[in-house]
C-alpha cells in the first residue's frame, strides 16, 4: 500500500512571499489532517477534512493559512504571506475512518520542511 | 494547563536498561490514548494504542491511570535502535481530533 505522499520536502523563501504544499494521502481514506511541528515541539493540528468538508480548523491562523481538499482525495495548504515563525514541518496524516478512535491510525508523509527567511 | 504534557528528557540509558515515560492529561473525559515514535528528521509512526486494562507488544508496555489521568510506556531490555522521540497523543472527547504532546526524547547508549 502506498503511503501519504508530500511536496516539496523542503522549501526556502523570503518572510512575506507565498508558498503552496501538497499532499496525497492514502487511497480511500476519508480523514486528512495538517500538522505543523516547530522544532523541539509536537505536532499541532492546523485543519482536519473528513472526505471534503472540514472538521477542525480551530488553531489554523486564517488570516494567512488556507487549506483545501477537492474532491475528497488530494490537499493543498497555503501560507500567504509567510512570517518567520512559519519556519517548521508541515506533516500531513491521513485515516481510514473520522479520525479519534483508538482503532484508526494515522499514518503520516514524511512533511515538507519550511525554512522563512 | 496543557492539555498533554510529557517530560521531553533528554532520557539517557544504557543498553539493556527499563525506561518509563508518562504523559499526563488534563481532560479527565479523554477516550483513546497512543504512543507515537519520531525518528529523528522523520515522520510520527504509531507505536502503539493505550488501553485502559493496560497492553504489552514485545518489549514495550502501555498503562492508563484514569484516576490520576496519566498514560505511560515502558520499554524493557533497551535497544540502541530505540532511540527516539516518543510522542503522548490523546484524543480530547466530543471531538475526532488528536492532541499531541511535546514528546519525550530517548537516548539508548552502548
Known amino acids: 500500500e502506498a503511503g501519504v505522499a508530500q511536496s516539496p520536502r523542503y522549501k526556502i523563501i523570503e518572510k512575506r512571499q507565498s508558498v503552496a504544499f501538497w499532499c496525497n494521502p492514502i487511497s480511500g481514506h476519508a480523514t486528512l489532517y495538517w500538522y505543523q511541528q516547530i522544532l523541539g515541539q509536537g505536532p499541532k493540528l492546523l485543519i482536519q477534512f473528513q472526505n471534503n468538508g472540514v472538521v477542525d480548523d480551530s488553531q489554523l491562523p486564517k488570516d494567512r493559512f488556507s487549506a483545501e481538499r477537492l474532491k475528497g482525495v488530494d490537499s493543498t495548504l497555503k501560507i500567504q504571506p509567510a512570517k518567520l515563525e512559519d519556519s517548521a514541518v508541515y506533516l500531513c496524516?491521513?485515516?481510514?475512518?473520522?479520525?479519534?478512535?483508538?482503532?484508526?491510525?494515522?499514518?503520516f508523509g514524511p512533511g515538507t520542511r519550511l525554512t522563512v527567511l | 494547563r496543557k492539555e498533554v504534557e510529557q517530560d521531553p528528557g533528554p532520557f539517557n540509558v544504557p543498553e539493556g536498561a527499563t525506561v518509563a515515560f508518562n504523559c499526563t492529561y488534563s481532560n479527565s473525559a479523554s477516550q483513546s490514548f497512543f504512543w507515537y515514535r519520531q525518528d529523528c528528521r522523520k515522520e510520527p509512526k504509531l507505536l502503539m494504542s493505550?488501553?485502559?486494562s493496560g497492553n504489552e507488544d514485545g518489549r514495550f508496555t502501555a498503562q492508563l491511570n484514569r484516576a490520576s489521568q496519566y498514560i505511560s510506556l515502558l520499554i524493557r531490555d533497551s535497544k540502541l535502535s530505540d532511540s527516539a522521540t516518543y510522542l503522548c497523543v490523546v484524543n480530547p472527547p466530543g471531538t475526532y481530533k488528536y492532541i499531541f504532546g511535546t514528546g519525550t526524547r530517548l537516548k539508548v547508549l552502548a
Open positions: 493505550v488501553y485502559s
Open positions: 496524516a491521513s485515516s481510514r475512518l473520522a479520525g479519534g478512535s483508538r482503532t484508526d491510525t494515522q499514518y
